[in-house]
């Protein structure tokens, strides 16, 4: 079983549609849980950040983690064209070797 | 602030030659860490460094190595290239001495092995 688990899409949804985005995971010490974006041709930028369980609101971004069941989650409000790009899920456990575990990444299309 | 700036963008080279990256951190910050991202793998762990020591290694074979400078400047070398290494190459600097995940990734150098 992968560290990490997120289904790559592509997710194609229309312009003012609520997103959501998910991700599994398998160790129950990772306590530090982000949300990078990635553009075509950039690098993931850091788009939410929790830590432990939760609920996390941005602006439109809403990140939540269930620890019970190792599943964390992105929503996206009142989606833009501008969201159109890959979102990836990350995780890390600063007790082990702090590595940071990244998903292997979601393509989401926003129809105009 | 300027961001994290990359060297080379793209480049291309051929199987066995060797190929050194350069990765500039954001001004202040001390960990610099190296991912490698591919279509199937997704991004892959390389190493990062702190204050010019390494402090983890991913599970990449001793072709891959990296170093950090006193100006917390870094550097990874690929030498003996495979197909298989052709990927985007990205690096992240962070401010932080524990890595709990804000990183701060540069637009990566995008290598072709032919």
């Known amino acids: 079983q992968k560290e990490v688990e997120q289904d790559p899409g592509p997710l194609s949804v229309p312009e003012g549609a609520i997103v959501s985005l998910n991700c599994t995971y398998s160790n129950s010490a990772f306590q530090y849980f982000m949300w990078y974006r990635q553009y075509s041709r950039k690098g993931p930028e850091l788009l939410m950040y929790t830590y432990s369980s939760g609920n996390k609101e941005d602006g439109r971004f809403t990140a939540q983690v269930d620890k019970s069941s190792k599943y964390i989650s992105l929503f996206i409000r009142d989606s833009q064209p501008s969201d159109s790009a890959t979102y990836l899920c990350a995780m890390s456990d600063m007790n082990r070797d702090d590595k940071i575990i990244f998903g292997k990444g979601t393509r989401l299309h926003i129809l105009p | ?114």
Not at chain 2, 15 to 41: A, D, E, F, K, N
């Open chain 2, 1 to 114: 602030k300027a961001g994290v700036t990359q060297t080379p963008r793209y480049l291309i080279k051929t199987r066995g030659q060797q190929v050194t990256l350069s990765c500039s951190p954001i001004s202040g910050h001390r960990s610099v860490s190296w991912y490698q991202q591919t279509p199937g793998q997704g991004l892959q762990f390389l190493f990062e460094y702190f204050s010019e020591t390494q402090r983890n290694k991913g599970n990449f074979p001793g072709r891959f190595s990296g170093r950090q400078f006193s100006n917390s400047r870094s550097e990874m070398n690929v030498s003996t290239l495979e197909l298989g290494d052709s990927a985007l190459y990205l690096c992240a600097s962070s401010p932080l001495r524990r890595n709990t995940g804000e990183l701060f990734f540069g637009e990566g150098s995008r290598l072709t092995v032919l």
